[in-house]
């Protein structure tokens, strides 16, 4: 069964920076599209940024475009979201997803991301 589990969160002031990174275990990290996830309170999970298997193409949602910077090491089972130029609507849970078919859906437990002075 597959796991992943996201680290780097916490508070961070406007206009800084976080590097979140998910650890994948039990399943074939290259074969999987990986994405980031967040959720703010009383709002609906909204997709970030998601990065190819092999990493050759990325996508990100326009309200993070030229902020955020999705990545992978398929040598180190990890994915990582650079976050630059935070603002507090950026606050959040963040979750990590791997996903290559509907059998195969993973999901981390999300790490807690607050922007605030």
């Known amino acids: 069964q597959g796991q992943l589990a996201e680290s780097g969160g916490g508070l961070v002031q406007p206009g800084g920076s976080l590097r979140l990174s998910c650890a994948a275990s039990?399943?074939?990290?290259?074969?999987?599209?990986m994405s980031w996830y967040r959720q703010a309170p009383g709002k609906e999970r909204e997709l970030v940024a998601s990065i190819t298997s092999a990493g050759g193409s990325t996508n990100y949602a326009d309200s993070v475009k030229g902020r955020f910077t999705i990545s992978r090491d398929n040598a180190k089972n990890t994915v990582y979201l650079q976050m630059s130029s935070l603002k507090p609507e950026d606050t959040a849970v963040y979750y990590c997803n791997a996903y290559r078919s509907r059998w195969s859906d993973y999901w981390g437990q999300g790490t807690q991301v607050t922007v605030s002075s």
């Open positions: 039990g399943f074939t990290f290259s074969r999987y599209a």
